[in-house]
């Protein structure tokens, strides 16, 4: 037992996605999260750039004392974790593994596409990841580079969101029978992929997945929280609170303490 | 990566219910096996022999440089798996908390029975991982102790079998709609079990959803094995290796090596 917090990080908005699942499957969780909104998207930088960006993520939630960390962030998970997992004596886990399990599972006709971000698509890791315990599976990588953006201005229901992942998505209709939404912003756009892709096609929430990860890893580690505990679930930005905030209220259907903090 | 196998320690023959699904989720594993038949049944045993026939069985599997182990016996579980922890290097784990996962995924009335050996059921161990998990779950726990002996002896679809199961579960029959396995023997009888509670009961077989947690941590460890490598299942029995083959040929529906040892 351990009533500590899960530290979750993300280049800005989109871990919220893992930590409304978080909250869901367990609920005697409390959260420390920390989303790099001011530096986001991370996908378009160097990978030197971002290693030093998620340390320095990590290193703020070392600071207050979390029981575990969740690389909440495709990119990261592809540039930074085997490094950082590496060195600090936290258990630490990133999104790319369970998505990819759940990819291979789901497939039925050994078709699957990925789309993330520039850095994510280039690192190669799902398809890597895929392919080794799976080598039969074709997998179709896309990188969609303007999603991140609409999600960081909260235009998810707009018009331009529309446009922008018809056209993003057209190479990728009709080839496969599941899509890994490999990047934490993506489910936030769910309807209007699942609405390009069609019904038929089975999305794979990457940062869901990651919550049976996490479950599992508390078991193992013997770090579960504890039920009485009252929860003060906290929430960090490097950018504006206000916007971070009106996204992290409506997604996670509650109103959430969020700071400013500079790194 | 990481070609050494994985070992896997039972009572007896019941852990091969463990290896029957470790070989289909996992093809690319090598397994070492180690049933300590001439000492089984370990449920009636004081909890210190069965600590100490563990870790001789511990001790046997690391002996031939396995790079996980998997205690595939709820008893020793109960009894052994947490101070064992404490005290080796390589990935250790059980089948009482992925069966209690299971559990608390599957049922919908919030009535849940385990049915195990007599030192499982005394040890409360599935009940209080349950409720730690969800409290409001009512679990009723029954104690088998006539089950063992009978796949022990190859006894599972015999007269004798329908009658000891049809009998042992009448107290649970009508109260719930989930039942876990908790002895990784149970799974041999599933037919009869099934067949006495109904088919509107789940049965959990704690075995089969260890091998989720196995697959999650060969991950987390970087341990996976290599698709190319040739793989040489190796079976060990403490008591007769002609009886020991017969039940692990038919269930692994393989033609396994099996060689005796005395620890």
């Not at 971002?50 to 575990?68: A, G, R």
């Not at 996490?214 to 929860?231: A, C, H, K, P, V």
């Not at 259907?253 to 400013?260: A, M």
Request: aromatic content about 6%.
């Amino acid at each position: 037992m351990d009533k500590r917090p899960i530290g979750v990080l993300d280049s800005g908005v989109g871990g919220l996605t893992v930590v409304r699942e978080l909250m869901r499957q367990l609920p005697h969780e409390e959260v420390i999260y920390i989303g790099d909104s001011a530096r986001a998207p991370y996908g378009p930088r160097p990978a030197r750039q971002i290693l030093e960006y998620t340390w320095q993520l990590v290193n703020f939630l070392l600071s207050k004392d979390v029981k575990m960390i969740v690389i909440a962030c495709n990119t990261a998970t592809a540039v930074a974790l085997e490094e950082i997992k590496k060195e600090i004596d936290v258990p630490i886990l990133g999104v790319i593994l369970p998505g990819s399990r759940a990819a291979i599972k789901s497939t039925k006709t050994d078709k699957v596409g990925v789309i993330g971000t520039k850095m994510t698509i280039e690192s190669d890791s799902y398809r890597k990841v895929i392919n080794l315990k799976s080598p039969k599976i074709e997998v179709y990588s896309l990188a969609c580079p303007r999603f991140v953006p609409l999600v960081e201005s909260n235009e998810v229901n707009s018009s331009l969101a529309k446009k922008v992942i018809y056209e993003s998505l057209q190479e990728l209709t009709g080839k496969v029978d599941t899509l890994v939404l490999g990047c934490t912003h993506y489910p936030l756009l769910r309807p209007i992929i699942q609405n390009v892709m069609g019904t038929g096609v089975k999305l794979i929430d990457s940062g869901a997945e990651t919550v049976s990860d996490i479950s599992m890893l508390l078991d193992y580690f013997q770090i579960n929280g504890i039920e009485s505990e009252t929860l003060n679930h906290k929430f960090y930005t490097t950018a504006n609170v206000q916007s971070f905030k009106e996204i992290a209220d409506t997604w996670l259907n509650q109103d959430v303490e969020v700071e400013h903090v500079d790194l």
